[in-house]
């Protein structure tokens, strides 16, 4: 046999000649599915689909973005008023680490919330007065008041919350359940972002908290933003109609066939997904955001400000339209929260811009028939002090930030109504009883949804990667 005769069988049968054979099929099939027509409409499925019977259909995440305090909305603590003032004792806060903002402070006066609590509803759960609507419907809330951090500062905490690492560059939350679950509607994201401000001044927000990391870019969050263009590069440029849009399309599609066969890249597949979503979404966003149709009562129910796109009680009604459209990750940033001075006048102002809206969606969501198949969570990145930071007066004070203590809700399917989960001690600083973690957090949203956290995984340079890292508990005591 000669060389040449060898090296042509060697070549024939050489594994990345193997790899491509079997991957032209593959390429074929994913690129296929995304032209248009009935029969080759674009498959829905996640990557492993539930690992059981899910509790709930979607998510959607409220988060409260600068960190509410919680000794000044949900977690009321007399002692501190009794001590008004008084220098937080050595004994209560065991040497924590406290964040250069008041780190050389002289002293850590305790400041009481100037605000009045109250217990509402069946349930006899602590609110302020911050939150009046909150009041209706507090039975159907579960509040979960052990949460609990390691990181002290907004942008690792964030970061840690949404993608269960510190540090950017893992799958947010929203893309872990998109690459798990897939989506229920092939004309919409599966996961959508959407961003508001109370107050301005705030700390940033930024791309890597609804980041796909390491996974296919088609599970990146899709920011829906307020005004003519939603979404980016989604409506077709002048002197292009769609007719044209579509021809387009399909060569670039043929095209992408061919390169895939070449180099076997999953990307060029995600590429043309992503170019092949946005066409379908040129139709289906302007529908989903249009608000116009919306009865009188609703915008009274969210309240006057849900006429104004961009607002928090905008996106909220937004949140339920997405959700009646089976959007599986609703993630909404609401930007104000960070209050070192001046806390008082400021939070007036946030509570004000959320509570109403927070309510009547999940009213909203309940008289649709749609919570008991929803999880919705609402809550910050960690909590405040319980001392001011800087000088203490009857009507000003601030709050540095706190990861040992704070309090988030949660409501909808599979979650027990009217219940508090955890306590912290007498001085609202330390957890006294059930704490729960993030990683906890991240694994019964997981759970819900019918997902093993510890299952869910996807291999990068050389490791299996999860959501939850190497730690995690799913929160029993809260489920039904």
Known sequence: MTTEIQDKIHDQFSRRNFLQSAGLGLGAVALSSLLPGEARAESTLGTSGPHFPPKVKRVIYLHQSGAPSQLDLFDYKPKLEEMWGEDLPESIRKGQRLTGMSAGQASFPLAASVFKFAKHGRSQAWLSDLLPYHRKIVDELCFVKSMHTEHINHDPAITFLQTGNQIGGRPSMGSWASYGLGSENKNLPSFVVLLSKGRSG???????????????????????????????????????????RRNMLNALTKLSEDQYKQVLDPEINSRMQQYEMAYRMQT??????????????????YGEDSRQPGTFAANCLLARKLAEKDVRFIQLYHQGWDQHGGLPKDIKTMAKSVDQASSALIVDLKQRGLLDDTLLVWGGEFGRTNYSQGKLTRTNYGRDHHPRAFTV?????????????????????????????????????????????????????GRRYR???VAGKVVKPILT
């Open 202 to 244: 705030d700390q940033p927000l930024y791309a890597k908290l609804w980041s796909n990391g390491f996974l296919s870019s088609v599970h990146q969050g899709v920011v829906f933003r307020s005004g003519q263009d939603p979404v980016f590069y989604l409506n077709n440029p002048e002197g292009i109609d769609k007719s044209s």
């Open 284 to 301: 289906s966003v302007p529908e989903t955001l249009d608000i116009s149709r919306e009865p009188d009562y609703i915008f009274d129910m």
């Open 409 to 461: 809700y949660m409501t909808g399917g599979g979650i027990k109504r009217g219940i508090t989960h955890g306590e912290t001690d007498e001085f609202g600083y330390n957890i006294a009883r059930d704490p729960v973690h993030i990683h906890d957090l991240q694994a019964t949203i997981m759970h819900l949804l019918g997902v093993d956290h510890e299952q869910l995984t996807f291999k990068f340079q």
């Open 467 to 469: 959501l939850t890292d």
